[in-house]
């Protein structure tokens, strides 16, 4: 929650920083943020908690297990590019949106987090076993998983593939 916070944290100040050129433009030259604009600053906050998890686990393992730490670095590095790539896109557009609609993107992501962090959805969750072992048990758990939290749960993994973002 905490890289989520900073994520939060960093939109709000660039959409109060840019508030005063906002109010100065003519109402006409504030845009409507297009559902990727919503999409990118919702999956924001949902990658940006993602790393801080990902980097909290990777403090957990012993700095001699070089494979394991290899190994869990890999998707530490991935979801850093997401988050670069969202930031990359959306930051240069926000002085010309109206903040409204991306705040709320960014409320509904943290509603979200909070659903899925749950103790009725890790409940749920563990019944589905433990997480899996092979990339075969992946589709297996995860359409049982989609079952403790179907919205949250589909809004927060569409967030890890970034198709629907322009390059």
């Not at 906002?22 to 990727?36: E, L, Y």
């Not at 909070?114 to 899996?132: D, F, H, M, N, Y």
């Not at 758990?141 to 079952?147: F, L, W």
């Given at each position: 929650?905490?890289?989520?916070?900073?994520?939060?944290?960093?939109?709000?100040?660039?959409?109060?920083?840019?508030?005063?050129?906002?109010?100065?433009?003519?109402?006409?030259?504030?845009?409507?943020?297009?559902?990727?604009?919503?999409k990118?600053?919702?999956?924001?906050?949902?990658?940006?908690?993602?790393?801080?998890?990902?980097?909290?686990?990777?403090?957990?393992?012993?700095?001699?297990?070089?494979?394991?730490?290899?190994?869990?670095?890999?998707?530490?590095?991935?979801?850093?590019?997401?988050?670069?790539?969202?930031?990359?896109?959306?930051?240069?557009?926000?002085?010309?949106?109206?903040?409204a609609?991306?705040?709320?993107?960014?409320?509904?992501?943290?509603d979200?987090?909070?659903?899925?962090?749950?103790?009725?959805?890790?409940?749920?969750?563990?019944?589905?076993?433990?997480?899996?072992?092979t990339?075969?048990?992946?589709?297996?758990?995860?359409?049982?998983?989609?079952?403790?939290?179907?919205e949250?749960?589909?809004?927060?993994?569409?967030?890890?593939?970034?198709?629907w973002?322009?390059?």
């Open positions: 929650m905490l890289r989520s916070f900073v994520a939060t944290v960093t939109l709000v100040v660039l959409l109060a920083s840019t508030g005063s050129i906002a109010q100065a433009q003519q109402p006409s030259q504030i845009q409507q943020p297009t559902s990727t604009d919503t990118a600053a919702y999956c924001l906050i949902i990658n940006a908690n993602a790393l801080a998890i990902q980097k909290k686990l990777l403090t957990q393992v012993p700095l001699e297990d070089t494979d394991t730490r290899k190994q869990a670095q890999l998707p530490i590095d991935e979801t850093t590019q997401r988050v670069a790539r969202i930031e990359g896109y959306l930051y240069p557009r926000v002085p010309h949106l109206d903040q609609p991306l705040t709320a993107a960014q409320r509904q992501a943290d979200d987090l909070k659903a899925i962090s749950s103790e009725s959805v890790r409940a749920c969750t563990q019944q589905c076993g433990g997480l899996p072992q990339q075969e048990q992946i589709p297996a758990y995860a359409a049982c998983t989609s079952k403790c939290a179907p949250s749960l589909s809004r927060v993994r569409a967030c890890t593939e970034l198709s973002l322009p390059q």
